[in-house]
């Protein structure tokens, strides 16, 4: 069987492509299957590359984008009186909104996929479906099996069938066209039925042969299953269900196609999006505002206690505040954000990335918290243990999974990570010939351990500062710059895992910055000098 090879060709330069790409994936139908007639393949590398990865579920949060705003898009910051916000405009604001992080997502996920669900069988919907299913496929069969037979229906899906066909191919593709028009004629199928003479079976193979030349590798399975099925209504039924997972073949290897494309520009897209949103939704930048806002007082804090420790230092003087160490400092917070609270709208495409993170960097600072304890109390019986570091992240990471959960008991798990410890070290002491742990120090060790869990304990709050070091160093390097900061005293044990997370944090903190960078510079401009805004605002008036 020949196949015909894929090729995606996109107008570079126009975002009405992107537009048209985000729309597609938001209906799986409007998809069309890159077909040419002049490009043919007898090997199977000519074929749709099989998706091999899943999705990732993803949840945004549109609240702060749905209240009623108080300012200009321009004016962020500034309090205007209340601006009443129509149904329309609130659904064009949502359908920006799916779009952007909808684009957002499919260039940043490599494993961003679109799934094939259906309703749960023990589901409502699931149970009406099924019903209303089986009665249409029941009506077919008695209409079928009539003397003479009722081919209405029958004819119908036929002309459906086609036009899903013909929507798997591109202009170019002639000769298929011509060939499934002309066999899948409605018209001539009906001049058929009134004398009796419709080939229901043959017409059916030929939709099974066509589909198996614009199928993806992963479906030859499916199409050898409908060759075998011999009942007429059972297998149009099966037909329809190969057609529904082919469009999401089809949509997934355009969405690979497509991705370097998009995230080339992407940066342009989405801030234009953005501006889209901020344009019918003025209050779409509150929440960030209150989040710089939030870090300036930090900063604000930390030099006033700064200028405090240091004698003969002038309280008097203005505070100098760098904007580049403000916004660091909020994306920083983002690392121990509480996220049962909605994220800065600027950063709704990232937050499911963001809390991955704080999870595992959470999981981290306690393995290295334990690593700092146990060198401590027991480091003499460790030092010839081998691997003891690698055995520690093998016990600790599983006990330590889902540790952010409400429902996680942090002191139970640390209790059972004490315990292993205490195991370890006492069979590499006993193998060397050497006495074991007493049961206080065992006590003691498992008690220590047990302490990480409490808010004042020093460990933790020594570790926690020392990545928040390192995560700082990091951001403060050039984005081009590709050697990593000097890893501060403790955290070598998690090195390694913490250099992973840390150049992803930095990816999703540095293309913030390029997509947003222009909306938080006036941001902070009109926060840290709120004269020059005020004039600005003012010689604008006069002038209009």
Same mark, same amino acid.
């Given at each position: 069987? $020949? @196949?015909?090879?894929?090729?995606?060709?996109?107008?570079?330069?126009s975002?009405?492509?992107?537009?048209?790409l985000? %729309?597609?994936?938001?209906?799986?139908?409007?998809?069309?299957?890159?077909?040419?007639?002049?490009?043919?393949?007898?090997?199977?590398?000519?074929?749709?590359?099989?998706?091999?990865v899943?999705?990732?579920?993803?949840? /945004?949060?549109?609240?702060?984008?749905?209240?009623?705003?108080?300012?200009?898009?321009?004016?962020p910051?500034?309090?205007?009186?209340?601006?009443?916000?129509?149904?329309?405009?609130?659904?064009?604001?949502t359908?920006?909104?799916?779009?952007?992080?909808?684009?957002?997502?499919?260039?940043?996920?490599?494993?961003?996929c679109?799934?094939?669900?259906? %309703?749960p069988?023990?589901?409502?919907?699931?149970?009406?479906?099924?019903?209303?299913?089986?009665?249409?496929?029941?009506?077919?069969?008695?209409?079928?099996?009539?003397?003479?037979p009722?081919? *209405?229906?029958?004819?119908?899906?036929?002309?459906?069938?086609?036009?899903?066909?013909?929507?798997?191919?591109?202009?170019?593709?002639? @000769?298929?066209?011509?060939?499934?028009?002309?066999?899948?004629?409605?018209?001539?199928?009906?001049?058929?039925a009134?004398?009796?003479?419709?080939?229901?079976?043959?017409?059916a193979? /030929?939709?099974?042969?066509t589909?198996?030349?614009l !199928?993806?590798?992963?479906?030859?399975?499916?199409?050898?299953?409908?060759?075998?099925?011999d009942?007429?209504?059972?297998?149009?039924r099966?037909?329809f @269900?190969?057609?529904?997972?082919?469009?999401?073949?089809?949509?997934?290897?355009? +969405?690979?196609?497509?991705?370097?494309?998009?995230?080339?520009n992407?940066?342009?897209?989405?801030?234009?999006?953005?501006?889209?949103?901020?344009?019918?939704?003025?209050?779409?930048l509150?929440?960030?505002?209150?989040?710089?806002?939030?870090?300036?007082?930090?900063?604000?804090?930390?030099?006033?206690?700064?200028?405090?420790?240091?004698?003969?230092?002038?309280?008097?003087?203005?505070? #100098?505040?760098?904007?580049? @160490?403000?916004?660091?400092?909020?994306?920083?917070?983002?690392?121990?954000w509480?996220?049962?609270?909605?994220?800065?709208?600027?950063?709704?495409?990232?937050?499911?990335?963001?809390?991955?993170?704080r999870?595992?960097l959470?999981q981290?600072?306690?393995?290295? !918290?334990?690593?700092?304890?146990?060198?401590?109390?027991?480091?003499?019986?460790?030092?010839?243990?081998?691997?003891?570091?690698?055995?520690?992240? $093998?016990?600790?990471?599983?006990?330590?999974?889902?540790?952010?959960?409400?429902s996680?008991?942090?002191k139970?798990?640390?209790?059972a990570?004490?315990?292993?410890?205490?195991? +370890?070290?006492?069979?590499?002491?006993?193998e $060397?010939?050497?006495?074991?742990?007493?049961?206080?120090?065992?006590?003691n060790?498992?008690?220590?351990?047990?302490?990480?869990?409490?808010?004042?304990?020093?460990?933790?709050?020594?570790?926690?500062? $020392? #990545?928040?070091?390192?995560?700082?160093?990091?951001?403060?390097?050039?984005?081009?710059?590709?050697?990593?900061?000097?890893?501060?005293?403790?955290?070598?044990? #998690?090195?390694?895992?913490?250099?992973?997370?840390?150049?992803? %944090?930095?990816?999703?903190?540095?293309?913030?910055?390029?997509?947003?960078g222009?909306?938080?510079?006036?941001?902070?401009?009109?926060?840290?000098?709120?004269?020059a805004?005020?004039? *600005?605002?003012e010689?604008?008036?006069?002038?209009?």
């Amino acid at each position: 069987m $020949r @196949r015909e090879e894929m090729q995606v060709t996109p107008n570079k330069g126009s975002f009405l492509f992107l537009c048209g790409l985000v %729309y597609c994936v938001n209906k799986v139908k409007g998809f069309r299957m890159p077909l040419s007639d002049d490009q043919n393949s007898d090997s199977d590398s000519s074929r749709l590359s099989e998706s091999t990865v899943s999705s990732s579920d993803t949840e /945004y949060s549109s609240q702060s984008f749905n209240s009623d705003s108080s300012s200009k898009p321009s004016s962020p910051a500034s309090a205007s009186p209340p601006k009443v916000i129509t149904f329309d405009e609130l659904m064009a604001a949502t359908r920006n909104l799916s779009n952007w992080t909808l684009a957002h997502e499919i260039a940043v996920n490599a494993n961003f996929c679109i799934k094939h669900e259906d %309703y749960p069988q023990n589901s409502f919907a699931g149970t009406v479906k099924q019903i209303v299913h089986k009665a249409f496929w029941d009506h077919l069969e008695s209409e079928l099996n009539e003397d003479p037979p009722e081919y *209405k229906h029958a004819i119908k899906l036929f002309e459906e069938i086609k036009e899903i066909l013909l929507s798997f191919l591109t202009p170019g593709a002639n @000769r298929i066209h011509n060939q499934i028009c002309e066999v899948l004629d409605t018209d001539l199928i009906r001049q058929q039925a009134e004398h009796n003479a419709v080939d229901i079976p043959g017409l059916a193979n /030929y939709v099974i042969n066509t589909m198996g030349k614009l !199928c993806a590798p992963i479906r030859d399975n499916d199409i050898k299953q409908l060759k075998a099925t011999d009942n007429i209504v059972e297998l149009l039924r099966q037909i329809f @269900r190969v057609l529904d997972l082919m469009k999401v073949d089809m949509a997934n290897y355009t +969405i690979k196609s497509l991705r370097p494309y998009l995230w080339h520009n992407l940066v342009d897209y989405e801030r234009t999006k953005f501006q889209e949103i901020l344009e019918e939704t003025p209050s779409a930048l509150n929440l960030t505002t209150e989040w710089i806002k939030e870090s300036i007082e930090d900063e604000l804090s930390s030099i006033s206690d700064e200028s405090s420790s240091r004698p003969g230092a002038d309280s008097s003087s203005k505070p #100098i505040i760098s904007p580049t @160490r403000v916004l660091n400092n909020g994306y920083l917070k983002l690392l121990q954000w509480d996220y049962c609270k909605t994220i800065p709208e600027t950063l709704i495409t990232d937050e499911v990335r963001l809390q991955e993170l704080r999870e595992k960097l959470n999981q981290l600072k306690v393995i290295a !918290c334990v690593s700092l304890i146990t060198n401590n109390m027991v480091g003499a019986a460790i030092v010839d243990v081998p691997d003891f570091t690698d055995q520690l992240k $093998r016990i600790s990471l599983p006990l330590l999974e889902g540790m952010n959960k409400k429902s996680f008991d942090l002191k139970e798990a640390l209790n059972a990570i004490g315990v292993q410890i205490c195991s +370890i070290v006492n069979k590499s002491l006993s193998e $060397r010939g050497l006495p074991t742990l007493s049961e206080e120090m065992q006590s003691n060790l498992m008690g220590q351990i047990a302490h990480v869990v409490e808010k004042n304990s020093p460990v933790c709050s020594l570790i926690d500062k $020392r #990545i928040q070091l390192f995560m700082r160093s990091l951001l403060a390097l050039p984005s081009f710059q590709k050697c990593m900061p000097t890893m501060p005293g403790g955290l070598s044990v #998690i090195q390694t895992e913490i250099e992973f997370l840390g150049s992803q %944090y930095a990816s999703i903190v540095n293309f913030n910055k390029k997509v947003y960078g222009p909306f938080y510079a006036n941001i902070l401009r009109k926060l840290l000098f709120p004269e020059a805004a005020v004039e *600005k605002t003012e010689a604008e008036t006069s002038s209009n």
